[in-house]
């Protein structure tokens, strides 16, 4: 199961666009099963290819980053971010103004109406 989660974790990462984050929760639920938001986090730690898979577009449902963020620590995770685009006072971003509109049926965004 895992390989397989990982992959459909892996494909909504990659869409995320750029200036734009999605929370642990959000991406879980475009994967398929919004309980995945953990296996969300084991798989963005795992990331194979961090490059071509944005993982540090992804915060926690208070617009965090993350502390353990595996490719250099927090600190790495705002200074990506704030090349995007993405103002991080604090180490949180600005849910309102910054996460990832696209919905899936019977999921709304942290923050969205």
């Not at 961090?50 to 502390?67: A, D, L, Q, W």
């Amino acid at each position: 199961m895992a390989d397989n989660s990982f992959s459909r974790i892996y494909e909504v990462v990659r869409q995320i666009p750029r200036g734009t984050v999605a929370t642990y929760g959000q991406v879980a639920a475009l994967a398929g099963n919004r309980r995945w938001a953990r296996v969300v986090g084991y798989a963005l730690h795992a990331n194979p290819d961090p490059e071509g898979i944005p993982c540090y577009r992804v915060v926690n449902r208070f617009g965090e980053v993350s502390s353990a963020f595996a490719f250099g620590g927090g600190n790495r995770q705002i200074e990506l971010l704030e090349a995007d685009g993405i103002p991080c006072p604090g180490g949180r971003v600005d849910l309102s103004t910054y996460q990832w509109k696209r919905a899936v049926l019977g999921y709304v965004p942290d923050g969205a109406k």
